[in-house]
C-alpha cells in the first residue's frame, strides 16, 4: 500500500521516466561530485553537498520505471540500493571509526541482497563458470597478500566483503542464461565496475593514497556500477533484439 502510494507520487515526475535524460542528469551529478571534491573545499562538505542524490534519484528512477512492482524482486532491488545508500551516508563521516564499520556492513548487506536477486533457478555446467571462479579466485589471492600486513582487525572483514563480492559477480554471470543479453551485459559490466570501486577502495583506506584516487576512480566506477546494475534490472527478462520503444522512455 505504501509503495503504490509512493509510486503514485514519483509517477508524476516525468523526468525520471526518460533514459536520456536522466542520464544526462545523473552524470551530470557526477561531474559536480567530482569538481566538488578537486577543489578547495573541505573533503567531507563537498561529500556532504552532493553525495547523498546519487542513489536517492536512482532509486526514485528505478520505483517510476519497474514494470512489476509487487514482486519479491522489485523489493530485493529497493532493499539493496537503501543499503547501498545507508552504506554511502555512513562513510561520509569515514573518519569515525563506528561510522566506517557501519558503512562496510551496509555495503555487505547490499552485496547479499544483490546475490538473492541475481541468483536464478536454470541448471548450468560447472565447467563453464571455472574461467570465471579462477579470475575471482587470484583476484582475491592477489589483493589479499598485498594488503594483508595492513589489514589487522579488519582482515576478515575485508576477506568476507571481497568473497561476497564473488558471490554477486558469480551470480550476476550466471544470468546469462536466465535473461536476455542486454540485461545481462549491463548487470555484469555493472558488477565488474564495482570490482574496480571496491579494490581501489580498500586499497586507499589500508595501504596507501594511490595518484589514481585523486580521479576520484571509486565513485567514478562506483556510480557506474550502480547505474548499469539498475538499468540491467529494469530491462531483464526483454527481448535482447528490441532496442528502446521510444528514445526518451524505458
Not at 36 to 65: G, H, M, Q, R, T
Not at 78 to 98: P, R, S
Not at 116 to 145: E, G, S, V
Not at 201 to 223: G, R
Amino acid at each position: 500500500m505504501i509503495l503504490k502510494s509512493i509510486h503514485k507520487t514519483l509517477s508524476k515526475l516525468s523526468f525520471f521516466k526518460g533514459i536520456k535524460l536522466f542520464s544526462v542528469f545523473y552524470f551530470t551529478l557526477l561531474l559536480i561530485h567530482i569538481l566538488l571534491k578537486n577543489l578547495n573545499l573541505d573533503p567531507f562538505v563537498a561529500s556532504l553537498i552532493s553525495k547523498p542524490w546519487f542513489l536517492l534519484f536512482l532509486i526514485v528512477f528505478y520505483i517510476i520505471n519497474a514494470e512489476f512492482k509487487n514482486t519479491r524482486d522489485f523489493r530485493l532491488m529497493l532493499l539493496a540500493l537503501f543499503a547501498f545508500w545507508l552504506g554511502d551516508m555512513a562513510l561520509i563521516f569515514v573518519e569515525n571509526k563506528l561510522f566506517f564499520n557501519l558503512g562496510i556492513l551496509f555495503f555487505i548487506i547490499g552485496k547479499l541482497i544483490y546475490s538473492m536477486r541475481f541468483a536464478n533457478t536454470k541448471d548450468f555446467r560447472l565447467i563453464k563458470i571455472i574461467p570465471f571462479m579462477l579470475l575471482c579466485f587470484f583476484y582475491m589471492i592477489f589483493l589479499m597478500n598485498f594488503l594483508h600486513l595492513s589489514l589487522g582487525d579488519y582482515f576478515f572483514p575485508v576477506l568476507f566483503y571481497l568473497f561476497l563480492s564473488m558471490i554477486v559477480g558469480l551470480f550476476a554471470f550466471l544470468r546469462q542464461y536466465e535473461v536476455d543479453r542486454r540485461s545481462f551485459l549491463l548487470v555484469f559490466i555493472g558488477v565488474l565496475c564495482s570490482f574496480v570501486s571496491d579494490s581501489v577502495s580498500i586499497i586507499q583506506a589500508f595501504y596507501n593514497q594511490l595518484f589514481i584516487t585523486k580521479f576520484n576512480v571509486v565513485m567514478i566506477f562506483y556510480s557506474l556500477s550502480q547505474y548499469l546494475i539498475v538499468l540491467g534490472i529494469l530491462f531483464e527478462k526483454k527481448n535482447m533484439d528490441n532496442d528502446f520503444k521510444n528514445d526518451n522512455t524505458i
